[in-house]
């Protein structure tokens, strides 16, 4: 059971991504749903976190995680606005 879940867990982020988020975009998905599924493995990873280690292990990881959708606020509103990207890819 663990393996499955871990390979859903890695592959759900590689496989649908947001044009103009990622350079190759496998299955195109709005922002809203690359952000929900950024939310859902924050979620996973808590309660994770909470089952394996101990309550202040869980608290770590939420800390960990609220420092990363702070750091990562301007991409955040760019997902959930559903505009098209404004800043060329680079190629290489």
Excluded: C, Y
Excluded at 2 to 23: E, H, M, N, Q
Excluded at 27 to 47: D, K, M, Q, W
Aim: glycine share 6%; hydrophobic share 60%.
């Amino acid at each position: 059971m663990t393996i499955p879940a871990l390979a859903i867990l890695v592959a759900l982020p590689g496989v649908f991504s947001t044009v103009g988020d990622k350079r190759h975009v496998v299955v195109a998905v709005p922002g809203r749903v690359r952000f929900l599924i950024e939310v859902l493995l924050t979620v996973v990873a808590v309660a994770s976190a909470l089952l394996v280690w101990t309550v202040i292990g869980a608290v770590i990881v939420a800390i960990i995680a609220g420092i990363m959708f702070i750091s990562g606020a301007p991409r955040a509103r760019w997902l959930l606005s559903n505009d098209p990207p404004d800043w060329p890819l680079p190629t290489k």
